[in-house]
């Protein structure tokens, strides 16, 4: 429900979730939360994987809130293809499911394991203030 006591309408919220994102990214964000459209919009993507903005993506959140119906509308493969630094989150254990059941329900609904290795990685790339990686021989 939206502040207009509306259900969520994908379509006519989608321009609006869209420009949101394009705010965020001209603000020069570094993370940016429940950009759940990104796939929509491939020049946006395009843009958001060359500065190597990381999307938190929160799909037990979405199923459970009935912002969407099955994972694939996230278009998570598109986004790690198309290089964006895509990661799962889970928003609340309390309330969502947890990180452990959203990658069971990932991995459910056509990612492998290996995409969920690449968003393992991409929240580690994206994490803030980060100590540097460094090799030791």
């Not at 491939?42 to 929160?58: D, Q, T």
């Not at 119906?69 to 998570?76: A, F, G, S, T, V």
């Not at 609340?92 to 969920?116: I, K, Q, R, Y």
Request: hydrophobic residues 40%.
């Amino acid at each position: 429900v939206n502040s207009s006591n509306e259900e969520p309408d994908f379509n006519k919220d989608l321009p609006q979730l869209l420009e949101n994102i394009r705010i965020a990214v001209s603000l020069g964000c570094k993370i940016i939360n429940h950009a759940r459209v990104l796939a929509y919009d491939k020049p946006l993507m395009e843009k958001v994987a060359e500065l190597g903005i990381g999307i938190s993506s929160c799909p037990g959140n979405y199923l459970a809130s009935g912002y969407i119906k099955d994972i694939k509308e996230l278009r998570l493969i598109e986004q790690l293809e198309a290089g964006v630094k895509v990661f799962l989150d889970h928003d609340d254990d309390l309330f969502f499911p947890t990180l452990n059941e959203v990658a069971h329900l990932c991995l459910s609904s056509s990612l492998t394991m290996g995409h969920l290795k690449q968003m393992l990685k991409n929240s580690w790339d994206t994490i803030p203030g980060k100590l540097p990686t460094t090799t030791t021989t």
